[in-house]
């Protein structure tokens, strides 16, 4: 069995559970929440089966998180599922768990964000952007003004992501007590209605994806756990308590929706974003300027959440030799992963840049599920493999909250690859690309260990 060259005390231990929180609210935090709410109300027409949606994938989302915090409690090093895989699977499906968090999983959705920043920025200022040159510059500059941050240490990149996160909750919380108090809602749209039958189990499903999509993101202070102090206590912690939290959150919003406006209002185009109809409805036109401005501060925090986990994975890969050296090399008191935040944020930029990103976050989800699947039965596999590790935490109810994961994983993979067949085959496609750097890498380093 190969030997593990990771030296998981590398990195100090300086995050505490508030940080830690901030970057796991802000990542999950995004747009799906103000945008997908629409889709459901058109597809199927009933408040309570939408909330109960939102509530079942709340449920789905703290299976995976109760089942990760075993699994970052006992290996409380950099790198979340990525080592997770490695310990339970072998090298090959963490250096394609990593391969896919660098090509798609973290960079592909910067790029997504920044750009979509920049339309939202643009919509506040009265400028002409017709060829789209000031979204792109936009977009580069939010990028790098973050990355700055986090290449200047966890200690500025820490006080950067928990002044976003609270600005964006706190903004939020705020758009939500201001309609209830000045707007002229009405708690009686969320009585069924039978204006639009759901169609069948199929829109339920679907509607199901566009909830995990929002709450996607659960897992990310994972990837920071080498440098988590006391992550026996801080990972659960953390994890389980912060997705408790967003589930809230999301629940009171789509309340506050229909609170403003009856589903079949929600439903009726343009839907995208539903935040904004309700801005409208219950405070005026030009409130929706500051949903507008919400949804800048909600994307600046995810993409500061990005920046600052992905590069943690590929610092632990090369840390574990599959990938070179070079990207384990630190800087600063905080010994800040330098080379690995300058390797992703490059690689966002080529993909701003060539505006070759949108199909890549489409395709990206299953590949995503598929990965968060895996780590969630590492959980049976070590502790079949290896009863004695110390385990600080143990996954509640098992084996059914891992089982209930998996199956719903299952269940959703499949449906994505029987509905979607094109971007699913492009999915497993990218995955499966890293096979040849794998092998060839291992080639090559196999050959300079034997000349060495």
């Keep these: 069995m190969e030997k593990t060259k990771r030296n998981p005390s590398t990195l100090p231990r300086y995050i505490g559970w508030f940080t830690a929180s901030c970057v796991l609210v ?18 199927l027409g009933h408040p309570g089966l939408i909330l109960s949606i939102w509530l079942v994938g709340a449920l789905i989302a703290l299976a995976g998180a109760l089942s990760y915090s075993e699994l970052g409690a006992a290996f409380p090093v950099a790198g979340g599922e990525y080592a997770y895989l490695r310990r339970a699977y072998g090298p090959f499906v963490g250096f394609l768990s990593g391969w896919t968090s ?21 919509q506040l200022l009265p400028l002409d952007d017709e060829k789209g040159l000031l979204s792109t510059t936009l977009a580069l500059a939010l990028l790098w003004s973050i990355t700055g941050f986090h290449l200047a240490g966890g200690g500025t990149g820490g006080t950067l992501q928990r002044n976003l996160t609270v600005l964006k909750v706190g903004a939020i919380l705020l758009f939500i007590v201001a309609g209830l108090i000045v707007g002229a809602g009405d708690w009686a749209h969320l009585a069924p209605t039978n204006t639009h039958p759901v169609s069948g189990i199929g829109s339920y499903v679907v509607s199901l994806i566009f909830v995990l999509y929002a709450y996607s993101g659960w897992n990310t202070s994972a990837y920071l756990a080498g440098e988590i102090i006391d992550p026996a206590r801080t990972i659960p912690r953390t994890m389980i308590g912060g997705t408790l939290f967003v589930a809230l959150l999301y629940l009171i919003l789509n309340g506050f929706y229909f609170y403003a406006l ?36 909600s994307i600046a925090g995810a993409v500061s959440a990005m920046v600052w986990a992905g590069p943690r994975v590929y610092y632990a890969m090369a840390q574990d030799g599959l990938i070179p050296s070079v990207f384990a090399n630190t800087s600063g008191r905080q010994s800040t992963p330098i080379n690995a935040i300058l390797l992703q944020s490059l690689w966002a930029s080529a993909l701003i ?49 891992p089982a209930f994961y998996l199956f719903v994983s299952i269940v959703i993979v499949g449906s994505a690859l029987y509905e979607r067949p094109v971007e699913g085959c492009l999915g497993i496609a990218t995955i499966l690309a890293g096979t040849p750097l794998y092998l060839l890498w291992r080639r090559l380093h196999g050959a300079e260990n034997r000349g060495s």
């Design 26 to 43: 802000s990542s999950v935090v995004g747009t799906g929440i103000f945008t997908t709410t629409g889709f459901m109300a058109r597809d």
């Design 102 to 122: 660098f090509s798609i999983g973290f960079s592909a959705a910067i790029a997504a964000s920044t750009v979509s920043f920049a339309v939202y920025f643009l």
């Design 353 to 401: 840049l060539s505006g070759s990103f949108e199909q890549l976050v489409i395709y990206s989800g299953i590949a995503s599920m598929l990965f968060s699947a895996l780590a969630v039965g590492a959980v049976p596999i070590l502790r079949r493999r290896e009863p004695n590790l110390l385990r600080p935490y143990r996954t509640p109810l098992y084996p059914f909250v």
């Design 262 to 297: 009856p589903v079949t209002e929600l439903a009726k185009p343009p839907i995208l974003p539903v935040a904004d109809k309700v801005a409208r409805a219950l405070l005026g036109f030009e409130a929706s300027r500051f949903v507008t401005a919400i949804l800048c501060l």
